[in-house]
């Protein structure tokens, strides 16, 4: 059988054969909402750090206890890097959507946002816990797992509601999850006995699922969020390097933390309460 070449045939006859597109015009005819924005790379870094926060907490505190080889000062620092590469997946989060609506955003920004976050603020903390329920001497690792999940599965939930409950502008339902994971490692990071600390962290996870309000880090608040993060990671260097009164500094800094995390909920449920209450006085008010 003859194969026929229908390029010098079509040349022969003088016939129009279209020309293939080079490959860089591919990339000009690529839409927009596949293409990452500045606020997406930003987004990308945030679901890296929270990554390499479940592999320092593997490599310099889980494997060293199951070899054998454990070395406080390691271990020490592992964590305390880990944590940090939570704070800044935080740092990553805050200004993501600040970057998005001084600039643009792609259309995949929601989703690249809400995935990031699962990693560093579902996964990392979770894995943090589990792992402290096999390390700690006084932990039941069983329990500790299902601990865990709980974080997990609260962290699942709550991003979820986030994509598809619309509220009013200026808050969260439910607590944010870069500060409801901060919260569950500060309380890891107390070494409270083992029944105290397994309640705080349910406690830390049922909030994430509530529907107390919290406002958003916006103007002051955002500049206040982002000083507290640099304070707690010179908090957790104080304590990886052994500086002295790095101990209580960092146990100051976790209470801080869990004491923040009781006290928004009571402020937002006293301001609820409040504001039915002038809506009722208006109500009876406005009756004949």
């Not at 932990?139 to 991003?159: D, E, F, G, T």
């Not at 006293?270 to 504001?275: E, L, Q, W």
Request: aromatic share 8%.
């Amino acid at each position: 059988m003859t194969v026929i070449d229908p390029e010098p045939q079509a040349q022969a006859t003088g016939a129009w054969v279209p020309e293939v597109e080079a490959d860089s015009d591919e990339m000009d005819d690529m839409p927009l909402s596949t293409r990452l924005s500045i606020a997406d790379t930003l987004t990308l870094g945030n679901a890296t750090c929270g990554f390499m926060a479940v592999y320092f907490t593997t490599t310099g505190v889980l494997i060293p206890h199951l070899t054998g080889s454990e070395d406080g000062g390691m271990a020490r620092h592992s964590a305390a890097t880990a944590v940090m590469l939570m704070l800044l997946a935080s740092v990553f989060d805050l200004f993501d959507g600040l970057v998005a609506r001084k600039l643009r955003s792609s259309a995949m920004g929601a989703e690249l946002d809400n995935l990031s976050d699962l990693i560093s603020f579902g996964l990392a903390p979770a894995y943090f816990v589990l792992v402290w329920g096999m390390v700690a001497d006084d932990a039941h690792q069983r329990v500790s797992a299902l601990a865990a999940i709980v974080v997990l599965l609260a962290v699942v939930l709550r991003l979820a509601r986030f994509s598809c409950v619309t509220l009013r502008d200026g808050i969260f339902q439910g607590m944010p999850s870069p500060f409801g994971a901060l919260t569950v490692v500060s309380i890891v990071l107390l070494e409270l006995p083992f029944v105290p600390t397994l309640l705080a962290i349910v406690g830390v996870a049922w909030l994430m699922v509530s529907r107390v309000e919290y406002p958003k880090p916006r103007g002051r608040l955002a500049v206040a969020m982002l000083g507290w993060i640099v304070l707690s990671m010179g908090l957790l260097a104080a304590w990886a390097f052994d500086a002295p009164g790095g101990q209580l500094l960092l146990q100051t800094g976790c209470a801080l933390q869990l004491v923040l995390g009781a006290v928004i909920p009571l402020f937002a449920t006293a301001r609820r309460v409040n504001a039915f209450r002038d809506n009722r006085r208006e109500a009876r008010a406005a009756q004949p």
